[in-house]
């Protein structure tokens, strides 16, 4: 009997602990988030006021070879079929993401989601600048079959880095980092976070939409961005672990 109890107990751990995960100021949450998205949406302006459409002669004028010889497997032929993949590749990562997030506890679910929220809005409003202050053409840019009309929009010249290999990755690493603290490190979803994820990129570069530098900096920078966070907001004084092997927890006063 005092087996079957423990055993119990053991597997009513991790639901009674969940809510430990993340702890969060909503009020001081709530103000970075805020502050973030002021500071997303004000690129809205700025980048219309910045840009400015390149001329005939200007796209004429590009030559290939002024690439850096390791982005040039990103001079690939326009597609919007690979360019709609890399949206459905990225709806899988976020999807899978909230689903790692989920908690049936209504309390636990808001700060996972508050949590999610600073990432999603600090790496955006990060990524929307930087495309605006380094305005590096796309790779299709250098595509001749491509309309003078679709070069000349302004997202034409947000070629660095990736938002979407940044949103994607910025994801994984939250998902993960919640999961692998619940449950232990597990591969399979690893490889659905980060496959996805890499998926994204990939289809980024196929697509001509990126450079391969643009990929590595927006994953590098999504995930870093995600980690500090996360590890800003965990709980330091409960740590759980979770495995199919193992249960391990430490509280520290």
């Not at 103000?31 to 949406?41: G, N």
Request: charged share 20%; hydrophobic share 40%.
């Amino acid at each position: 009997m005092k087996k079957i109890y423990l055993l119990f107990f053991i597997l009513l751990i991790p639901l009674l602990l969940n809510s430990y995960i993340f702890e969060v100021d909503k009020i001081e949450s709530l103000i970075f988030i805020s502050s973030a998205l002021a500071v997303d949406l004000s690129n809205n302006y700025f980048d219309r006021q910045i840009i400015e459409p390149p001329t005939n002669l200007e796209l004429d004028a590009l030559d290939k070879d002024d690439i850096p010889f390791f982005d040039r497997i990103g001079l690939q032929p326009y597609s919007s079929t690979l360019k709609n993949f890399s949206d459905y590749s990225a709806y899988l990562a976020i999807g899978s993401t909230l689903y790692c997030l989920y908690e049936n506890d209504k309390e636990v679910l808001l700060n996972n989601l508050l949590v999610f929220s600073e990432i999603m809005i600090t790496q955006s409003a990060i990524a929307k600048w930087i495309k605006t202050l380094t305005q590096r053409y796309r790779p299709f840019m250098y595509d001749k079959s491509v309309s003078y009309d679709k070069k000349k929009q302004r997202n034409s010249q947000h070629s660095f880095y990736s938002m979407h290999s940044s949103t994607t990755f910025a994801a994984a690493t939250s998902g993960y980092y919640y999961y692998s603290i619940n449950y232990g490190h597990n591969f399979l979803m690893g490889f659905l976070l980060f496959g996805s994820a890499s998926a994204t990129a990939i289809f980024r570069v196929a697509a001509a939409q990126h450079f391969p530098s643009d990929v590595i900096a927006g994953a590098v920078v999504g995930s870093s961005i995600s980690y500090v966070i996360c590890k800003y907001h965990q709980n330091k004084k409960i740590r759980l672990s979770f495995g199919f092997d193992s249960v391990d927890i430490s509280y520290r006063f």
